[in-house]
């Protein structure tokens, strides 16, 4: 049995225009049709968070979505946060910090603060732990990756 | 870890949804909401759909609002829509603060509030809100519509009173008078993990002593459920240590844990009690 269904994928502002089978998480699709392998796969079920992407402007697991339920809608992954050779504020801080080691989780965290900072920019610091806390890496001991978040979200204040 | 096939159908109204949820229904057809539970669930392949009917598309359900004394919660209303308070008042904040140790923040855009009543996993927040407050759950199908008390809707592990064809529209949270107070406690080994244990307390203060006392207890039973003879005792008593401790003990007391290979039922019990005097104390305070 297989159903498939032709859908176009908007990610950052270039539509992929593409025939995925129903079961298809948007996570797998992003990468094996899309080609957009910065978004990484690491638990698929929902509990890592290194699939993260913004979906309508909010991060989600792209592991638990069906790529036929996101035809049309804005979808941002880890290669559209860089401006041609400008990195975005987040992935530089990051690298100030020290916020990655091995790098796997980093596409998911770098996600979920661009989210997090673009709904909730005054976010306190225990809501910003609170927050980090969905995403899960075996590296750093999160205490870098807090601490560029919190930078970063000062810098986009700031310029904003 | 990938899903089995399945069929995907959207629907764009609610009759949509439950005529082609009475055509699939007997291939296994399920209801898609948020997906927060079910995808993983299909990962695991624990669930194996024929056909998955999605109503996000539905503008109807995603109706949030105060109607006749109650919120009315559509199907499709997301965790995140309560980060802020929805209404003044106690149910606003009672929500709010609920929410916050529901999963974490970016499963909280996807999952529903009534996709978490129809899942009915023993560890769920808005199960134990639900039977505590007294919600109305509004289940429809071709058949017709019918209204299901909360602690009727809920009947054990992953299992209620939802018939195969039938879609939960709407959930409907009676408003608690203005002077209600709350208290919730949740423990959970990790950040955003499931609750091993939760307890949910409303109660007026008249008079200086505790009247309408409710008090609700998740995660530790195959199902949440109110502890009446406890409500009973407390009221008309005084909300001092003395009341909260002998409520908490009794709470513990009548109290069936489950068990699993990490947690034995006196852990469970002994948290139950803890949990129980601290929800008591933060609605007193």
């Known amino acids: 049995m297989t159903d498939t269904h032709d859908i176009t994928l908007s990610i950052n502002d270039h539509d992929y225009t593409i025939t995925v089978d129903a079961r298809h998480t948007l996570a797998d699709t992003i990468r094996d049709q899309c080609g957009q392998t910065g978004t990484h796969v690491g638990c698929e079920h929902g509990v890592c968070g290194a699939c993260t992407v913004l979906l309508d402007g909010q991060p989600v697991r792209s592991c638990l979505i069906f790529a036929v339920q996101c035809g049309g809608k804005p979808i941002r992954t880890v290669e559209g946060l860089a401006k041609g050779d400008e990195l975005h504020p987040l992935q530089k801080s990051f690298m100030k910090y020290h916020a990655l080691q091995c790098g796997f989780c980093t596409p998911g965290f770098l996600m979920l603060a661009v989210g997090i900072l673009e709904n909730e920019p005054d976010i306190s610091d225990s809501d910003l732990r609170e927050a980090l806390s969905s995403n899960l890496c075996r590296c750093t001991g999160y205490a870098n990756i807090v601490k560029a978040v919190r930078a970063a979200a000062e810098e986009l204040k700031a310029g904003s | 870890m990938k899903p089995a096939a399945f069929h995907y159908h959207t629907a764009h109204s609610v009759q949509d949804a439950v005529a082609t949820l009475a055509d699939v229904a007997p291939d296994q057809g399920r209801i898609l909401a948020g997906g927060q539970s079910l995808v993983p669930t299909m990962a695991f392949r624990l669930a194996t759909p024929g056909h998955l009917v999605d109503i996000n598309g539905i503008e109807e359900l995603h109706r949030l609002a105060v109607e006749d004394g109650a919120l009315s919660i559509g199907a499709c209303v997301r965790h995140a829509?309560?980060?802020?308070?929805?209404?003044?008042?106690?149910?606003?904040?009672?929500?709010?603060?609920?929410?916050?140790?529901?999963?974490?923040?970016?499963?909280?855009?996807?999952?529903?509030?009534?996709?978490?009543?129809?899942?009915?996993?023993?560890?769920?927040?808005?199960?134990?809100?639900?039977?505590?407050?007294?919600?109305?759950?509004?289940?429809?199908?071709?058949?017709?519509?019918?209204?299901?008390?909360?602690?009727?809707?809920?009947?054990?592990?992953?299992?209620?009173?939802?018939?195969?064809?039938?879609?939960?529209?709407?959930?409907?949270?009676?408003?608690?008078?203005?002077?209600?107070?709350?208290?919730?406690?949740?423990?959970?080994?990790?950040?955003?993990?499931?609750?091993?244990?939760?307890?949910?307390?409303?109660?007026?203060?008249?008079?200086?002593?505790?009247?309408?006392?409710?008090?609700?207890?998740?995660?530790?039973?195959?199902?949440p459920r109110r502890i009446t003879q406890v409500e009973a005792a407390l009221e008309g008593k005084s909300p001092n240590a003395e009341t909260f401790e002998a409520a908490a003990s009794a709470v513990a007391e009548t109290l069936d844990p489950m068990e699993d290979a990490g947690t034995s039922a006196q852990y469970r019990r002994e948290l139950v009690q803890t949990l129980t005097l601290r929800a008591l104390q933060s609605a007193a305070s």
């Open chain 2, 81 to 223: 829509a309560f980060h802020r308070p929805v209404t003044d008042g106690v149910l606003g904040a009672l929500l709010t603060h609920v929410a916050g140790h529901i999963g974490h923040y970016p499963i909280r855009q996807r999952g529903t509030f009534c996709g978490s009543l129809a899942q009915s996993d023993p560890a769920s927040e808005w199960c134990l809100v639900a039977v505590t407050l007294d919600a109305t759950i509004i289940a429809q199908s071709t058949r017709g519509r019918r209204e299901i008390a909360a602690a009727n809707f809920i009947e054990g592990v992953m299992s209620t009173a939802l018939d195969d064809d039938e879609l939960l529209v709407e959930a409907r949270l009676p408003l608690p008078t203005t002077e209600t107070r709350y208290g919730f406690q949740e423990f959970s080994r990790r950040a955003g993990d499931f609750a091993l244990a939760m307890a949910l307390a409303t109660f007026r203060l008249d008079g200086g002593v505790i009247t309408d006392a409710r008090l609700g207890i998740g995660g530790a039973e195959d199902r």
